[in-house]
C-alpha cells in the first residue's frame, strides 16, 4: 500500500529522529572545522554591528562621520546614525550567540578572529545543519520515503549546493534560507497532526517565516508562497497558527524600523537608496541574468552545483499524494527566480550563485522523488548520474568553504581559480578545526557504542 500523507511509511518509522541528529552533528561540525580565517576577517561589518549591540546597546556603528566607517561598505547614514544596509535579524542573532560567548570570557578585544569565527558557528553553522536535519526528518517520516533517499537530498543540500560554504560565513541569506527550510518542514508537519501538536507546529513554523524576513527581505517571495500553502491546506488551525507565528515573528523588524527609520514598514535598503535589488523588469537584463544563473555564466548552477537541477527534475516526478507540497515547491522556485531575473544585480563578491541560496535545500527536496522514480523503472543510471552530479557539487563547494566566500572577480569560474591555492592552507587558517574534529571523534564514537548497545540488546 502506497504511503500517504497522513500515513508515513513502514521503513520510515524506524527512527528517523536520531538519524536527524546524525545528520546535524555530521554537518554542524563539518561547518565549524571549514570557517576559515580569511571570511572571519572579510566579513567584519556583522561582527562590528554585534560589538556595538554589545558595547553600546545600538545597531549604529560608531560615529557617522568616521573616516575607517565611511569605508565600511553595505552601511549608510540615516538620522545622524550609520546602519547597516541589512536587515537586522543576523545582527541580533549575532549578538545572541556573542552573549554567550562573553559569558565564558571570549570576546572580541581578546580574539576577534576566534569570536568571530566561535559566532558564526553558533549562528549561520548552526542554523544551516538544523535546517537539514528537518528536511531529513520530513522527508523520511512525513513524506514517507526511504531513509538512505532522505539522507541523499539532506546530505546532499548541506554539502553540495552553494549552502557549505555559506554555512561557514556569518550572512544572512543563509540565516534566512534556514527559517525558510524549517519553516516548511513545519508547516508539512502540521498538516498530518492534530490538535495542539498541529497548533505548536504551524505556531513556530510561522514565526519563523516571520524570523526570514527580519533577516532578509530576499525570499519575501517564497515566503508568500508557503503561507498559501499552509491556507489551502484547508487543515483546522494550520492558518492562524501560521498566521499568529508570522506576526511574532516580524514584530522586532517592525520595532527595528519604526525605531530608527521612524516607520515600521520602511526597509533598511530603501532607507539607504540601494536600488539595485528593486524588481524592474527589463528584457535584455533578464536574459543576461539569466544566462548568468541558469547558462554559461560564471555563477551558474552547471558549474556551482548541478545536483540542484536534478532536484527541480526530481520535483516534477513526485508522486500524486505530494501534489499539493511539490505545487508549493515549484512556485516558490519559480517566484524566486522571477525575482532575481529582474533586479539590477547578480551580486558582489560570491562564491557562487548567493541569490539561489533561499532555493536550493527546496530543490533538493526533489531529489527522492528523482531517485523513486528511477527505481520504479528498473534504472540504475538514474541513482547513478544523480551520485556524480552530487559529487562535482560538493568538491566545487568544499574547495568554496575551505578557501573562502569573498571572491570578487566573478567573471572567473572561482573554483579553478581557488583550486590551485589550497595547497597554502594549513590547519591555523581554521580556527575551530582542532575543536571540531576532536569533537567528531568523540561523537563518532558515541553512535558506534550506542548502535552496538541497541544490537546488543534487540
Request: proline fraction near 5%.
Amino acid at each position: 500500500m502506497k504511503p500517504s500523507r497522513q500515513s508515513p511509511a513502514p521503513a520510515a518509522r524506524s527512527r528517523p529522529g536520531r538519524d536527524a541528529v546524525i545528520v546535524f552533528a555530521g554537518l554542524w561540525l563539518l561547518y565549524g572545522a571549514t570557517i576559515d580565517r580569511v571570511d572571519v576577517y572579510d566579513y567584519a561589518l556583522q561582527q562590528f554591528v554585534i560589538a556595538s549591540m554589545a558595547d553600546r546597546g545600538t545597531y549604529a556603528i560608531g560615529d557617522a562621520a568616521s573616516d575607517r566607517l565611511k569605508r565600511t561598505t553595505d552601511t549608510f547614514v540615516y538620522g545622524g546614525r550609520r546602519l547597516a544596509a541589512k536587515q537586522p535579524g543576523q545582527f541580533t542573532l549575532g549578538y545572541l550567540a556573542y552573549r554567550l560567548c562573553a559569558a565564558f570570557g571570549l570576546t572580541y578585544a581578546r580574539d576577534r578572529i576566534l569570536a568571530s569565527a566561535v559566532v558564526t558557528w553558533l549562528s549561520s553553522s548552526l542554523l544551516s545543519a538544523l535546517a537539514a536535519a528537518f528536511l531529513y526528518w520530513m522527508i523520511a517520516r512525513v513524506w514517507g520515503y526511504p531513509k538512505r533517499d532522505a539522507a541523499f537530498a539532506a546530505a546532499g543540500s548541506g554539502t553540495a549546493t552553494t549552502i557549505f560554504p555559506y554555512s561557514g560565513v556569518a550572512h544572512h541569506d543563509i540565516l534566512a534560507a534556514s527559517y525558510l527550510v524549517i519553516a516548511f518542514c513545519l508547516i508539512e508537519t502540521a498538516i498530518v497532526l492534530q490538535g495542539r501538536r498541529r497548533l505548536a507546529a504551524s505556531l513556530v513554523g510561522g514565526t519563523l517565516l516571520g524570523l526570514t524576513l527580519f533577516t532578509s527581505m530576499l525570499p519575501a517571495g517564497i515566503v508568500l508562497v508557503l503561507l498559501a500553502r499552509a491556507v489551502l491546506a484547508r487543515a483546522k488551525g494550520l492558518t492562524p497558527g501560521v498566521l499568529c507565528g508570522l506576526l511574532l515573528g516580524v514584530l522586532p523588524l517592525f520595532v527595528y524600523n519604526l525605531n530608527y527609520f521612524g516607520n515600521p514598514f520602511l526597509q533598511a535598503n530603501v532607507a539607504g537608496g540601494y536600488t539595485d535589488t528593486f524588481f524592474r523588469p527589463d528584457p535584455g537584463n533578464f536574459l543576461r541574468h539569466l544566462n548568468v544563473f541558469l547558462g554559461a555564466g560564471d555563477l551558474s548552477v552547471l558549474k556551482y552545483m548541478p545536483i540542484v537541477l536534478a532536484g527541480i527534475t526530481g520535483i516534477f516526478l513526485m508522486p500524486e499524494r505530494l501534489a499539493a507540497p511539490k505545487r508549493a515547491l515549484l512556485a516558490a522556485i519559480a517566484i524566486h527566480l522571477a525575482y532575481i531575473l529582474n533586479i539590477g544585480t547578480v551580486g558582489d563578491c560570491q562564491y557562487g550563485p548567493r541569490y539561489l541560496i533561499p532555493i536550493a535545500p527546496l530543490a533538493m527536496l526533489g531529489v527522492p522523488g528523482l531517485l523513486a522514480w528511477g527505481r520504479a523503472r528498473g534504472s540504475a543510471a538514474v541513482a547513478v548520474a544523480a551520485g556524480t552530479l552530487a559529487a562535482w557539487s560538493a568538491v566545487v563547494n568544499l574547495v568554496g568553504a575551505l578557501k573562502g566566500t569573498m571572491y570578487c572577480d566573478i567573471a572567473k569560474f572561482a573554483f579553478l581559480e581557488d583550486l590551485r591555492g589550497l595547497p597554502d592552507l594549513s590547519l591555523r587558517d581554521f580556527p575551530l578545526a582542532s575543536v571540531c574534529f576532536g569533537l567528531a571523534a568523540i561523537t563518532g564514537a558515541a553512535i558506534v557504542l550506542e548502535s552496538r548497545w541497541r544490537s546488543r540488546r534487540g
